[in-house]
């Protein structure tokens, strides 16, 4: 999927048509920054060794892995049973939740494609996903400077665009645990999925290097790691800009294929894509807010199409 900050700006140069499709609500800004970065807080979650209790890890890839179909009637479900401004809130983090899931059905393909690319091109032996957070990271530093103009992404300061407000964490996290309930039959609590948000923040912030000195110590730290794991901590790290030694968003137009569906060829840019999904995430949007009034079915518009791959997904 892509990285933070690419859901950030997706999210951020949609907010004034999201608020157009959605004119029956007060939208939340930081409630739908927080849903576009979807299940990927899960991934935070007690990541560190310091942090205790279990980590909801797994449940991030169970939900990227699931029938969207069935994920999003259980957020319809729960947005049924709110009223007043817990409504609004849960509304607006799920159209950002719906922003997280556009954008990675339509980019996720070209991500994976890539990162096979780049494993064949290179001869790459250690952990392939740390390849896959190596493409999503390049791009991230290709699109802040290129949407926000940042000079330098290592300073990039993502945990600033999170908000600490309790009312509004509460919010959110009764939407993210009655769908993984629900949807997953995952037992996660309200406390554990506002503390995931929490965790998201915290890490956000290390994983800043705004001084420089994180990058020469994660690359010292990973030596006993690398011949099994490779840069795996670094490729978190942004640095000032991306790796020019390959075409990460696709500028030149290379022909790439969908790894779950071969037949299917691309040449689009990843900027292409970007762009694709801000007009499925309008569409998903509109289609929720129907269901929401009793208009239309949601499963239609969602199709089943998978986060990772763009294909329906496997009953």
């Given at each position: 999927?892509?990285?933070?900050?690419?859901?950030?700006?997706?999210?951020?140069?949609?907010?004034?048509q999201?608020?157009?499709?959605?004119?029956?609500?007060?939208?939340?800004?930081?409630?739908?920054?927080?849903?576009?970065?979807g299940?990927d807080?899960?991934?935070?979650?007690?990541?560190?060794p310091?942090?205790?209790?279990?980590?909801?890890?797994?449940?991030?890839?169970r939900?990227?892995?699931?029938?969207?179909?069935?994920?999003?009637?259980?957020?319809?479900?729960?947005?049924?049973?709110?009223?007043?401004?817990?409504?609004e809130?849960?509304?607006?983090?799920?159209?950002?939740?719906l922003?997280?899931?556009?954008l990675?059905?339509?980019?996720?393909?070209?991500?994976?494609?890539?990162?096979?690319?780049?494993?064949k091109?290179?001869?790459?032996?250690?952990?392939?996903?740390?390849?896959?957070?190596?493409?999503?990271?390049?791009?991230?530093?290709?699109?802040?400077?290129?949407?926000?103009?940042?000079?330098?992404?290592?300073?990039f300061?993502?945990?600033?665009?999170?908000?600490?407000?309790g009312?509004?964490?509460?919010?959110?996290?009764?939407?993210?645990?009655?769908?993984?309930?629900?949807?997953?039959?995952?037992?996660?609590?309200q406390?554990?999925?506002?503390?995931?948000?929490?965790?998201?923040?915290?890490?956000?912030?290390l994983?800043?290097?705004?001084?420089?000195?994180?990058?020469?110590?994660?690359?010292?730290?990973?030596?006993?790691?690398?011949?099994?794991?490779?840069?795996?901590?670094?490729?978190?790290?942004?640095?000032?800009q991306?790796?020019?030694?390959?075409d990460?968003?696709?500028?030149?137009?290379?022909?790439?294929?969908?790894?779950?569906?071969p037949?299917r060829?691309?040449?689009?840019?990843?900027e292409?894509?970007?762009?694709?999904?801000?007009?499925?995430?309008?569409?998903?949007?509109?289609?929720?807010?129907?269901?929401?009034?009793?208009?239309?079915?949601l499963?239609?518009?969602?199709?089943?199409v998978?986060?990772?791959?763009?294909?329906p997904?496997?009953?």
């Open positions: 999927m892509p990285a933070f900050s690419t859901h950030y700006l997706f999210a951020r140069e949609l907010m004034a999201i608020e157009a499709a959605a004119p029956d609500i007060r939208l939340d800004a930081d409630a739908v920054y927080y849903g576009t970065q299940p807080v899960l991934f935070f979650h007690r990541i560190l310091t942090m205790p209790g279990k980590s909801l890890n797994p449940a991030g890839s939900m990227h892995r699931a029938n969207p179909n069935v994920l999003f009637e259980a957020m319809l479900s729960y947005a049924r049973t709110l009223e007043g401004a817990q409504r809130r849960a509304l607006s983090y799920i159209y950002g939740f922003c997280h899931y556009a990675d059905r339509v980019a996720h393909p070209y991500i994976y494609a890539t990162q096979y690319a780049i494993i091109a290179r001869h790459i032996w250690y952990l392939k996903g740390v390849v896959h957070n190596r493409v999503e990271y390049e791009i991230d530093m290709l699109m802040l400077r290129r949407h926000l103009q940042v000079k330098s992404a290592r300073k300061e993502t945990r600033d665009v999170l908000s600490t407000d009312v509004l964490l509460e919010a959110m996290a009764g939407v993210l645990s009655s769908a993984a309930q629900e949807a997953l039959n995952v037992p996660m609590t406390a554990q999925a506002r503390q995931a948000f929490c965790d998201t923040r915290i890490m956000q912030s994983l800043t290097d705004r001084h420089g000195w994180k990058l020469p110590l994660m690359t010292l730290l990973q030596l006993p790691v690398y011949p099994f794991l490779g840069p795996c901590l670094t490729t978190m790290l942004r640095r000032t991306a790796d020019t030694r390959w990460y968003t696709n500028d030149q137009k290379a022909a790439w294929a969908y790894p779950a569906d037949e060829v691309s040449r689009e840019s990843f292409e894509l970007f762009e694709r999904a801000k007009q499925d995430a309008l569409h998903l949007i509109s289609a929720f807010r129907e269901a929401l009034l009793g208009n239309g079915a499963d239609e518009a969602i199709g089943g998978s986060f990772l791959t763009g294909v997904v496997d009953e």
